[in-house]
Nanobody
Framework: QVQLVESGGGLVQAGGSLRLSCAAS????????MGWFRQAPGKEREFVAA????????VYADSVKGRFTISRDNAKNTVYLQMNRLKPEDTAVYYC?????????????????WGQGTQVTVSS
């Protein structure tokens, strides 16, 4: 089992920045691909960004490309999501997820472990 705990959410004005963190415990973190997903009120959960086990490979949703950066520190068992130039439409609960694969993946069904989520609210 892998336990994932997100932190770093909050309220920010449009154009501002936030950095989300996801701390993992349990099995060997470096063996897992990691990802971030989000769910806005009344909408389905959607993919945001993902990173492979080494951190060398990343993939982003078009809506966040160029504004968000995913990274990981395997020594700290932590994955990050740096969010810049935030927009009101980025408002959502953000979830960290882990997949028992080494390569980068973006399909929700591949992810085995999920955190509880952290709220991000962007005011206009």
């Amino acid at each position: 089992q892998v336990q994932l705990v997100e932190s770093g959410g909050g309220l920010v004005q449009a154009g501002g920045s936030l950095r989300l963190s996801c701390a993992a415990s349990g099995r060997t973190f470096s063996n897992y691909a990691m990802g971030w997903f989000r769910q806005a009120p009344g909408k389905e959960r959607e993919f945001v960004a993902a990173i492979g086990w080494s951190g060398a490979n990343t993939v982003y949703a078009d809506s966040v490309k160029g504004r968000f950066t995913i990274s990981r520190d395997n020594a700290k068992n932590t994955v990050y999501l740096q969010m810049n130039r935030l927009k009101p439409e980025d408002t959502a609960v953000y979830y960290c997820a882990g997949a028992r694969v080494n390569w980068v993946v973006s399909v929700e069904g591949v992810f085995d472990y999920w955190g509880q989520g952290t709220q991000v609210t962007v005011s206009s």
